[in-house]
């Protein structure tokens, strides 16, 4: 029996990198922009729900962790150069402000860091998101 959500997959446009990574970035899927992308904080879906994507195929490793810590870094640093300067705080409180401040954001930061990764490999046929597993065509060997 044919699997009736196939003919709608392939009917799908395929989004720019922009919008893809936006939308894995919102925890949505970057194919489809259906929710959640995510079953868990950075444990993605095996399929998405409305399309039936592949999301297991993804290869994010430490890339995610990077981004998240790099964005997280380059917001605090104004922030603490500026109070450090100016002396408002004494130094254990802008030790406690950089050390949480870096932690809440890179926690926060990591899910859709990891979103945009992912999509971003939809986008760019990285891995197994190639043309073939994006169709569900098998090669005839």
């Known amino acids: 029996m044919p699997d009736s959500a196939a003919p709608a997959t392939r009917a799908l446009e395929e ?30 879906v095996p399929r998405c729900a409305s399309c039936g994507q592949d999301w297991t195929l993804h290869q994010a490793d430490d890339f995610p962790a990077y981004i ?30 950089a050390v949480v401040g870096a932690l809440l954001l890179t926690i926060a930061l990591l899910q859709p860091a990891k979103g945009a990764v992912i999509a971003l490999q939809y986008h760019w046929r990285m891995h197994g998101f ?10 005839d060997d």
């Not at 720019?16 to 904080?41: E, I």
């Not at 998240?68 to 402000?97: K, T």
């Not at 190639?130 to 090669?139: F, I, L, M, Q």
């Open 68 to 97: 998240a810590i790099f964005i997280s870094g380059h917001l605090l640093a104004p922030v603490l150069i500026a109070a450090g300067s100016r002396e408002l705080l004494p130094m254990g409180w802008l030790a406690l402000i």
């Open 15 to 44: 989004p720019s990198a922009l919008v893809a990574a936006w939308r894995g970035a919102r925890n949505h899927c970057p194919r489809c922009d259906h929710k959640p992308l995510f079953a868990r904080y950075l444990k993605p």
């Open 130 to 139: 190639d043309a073939a597993a994006r169709d569900g065509d098998s090669r």
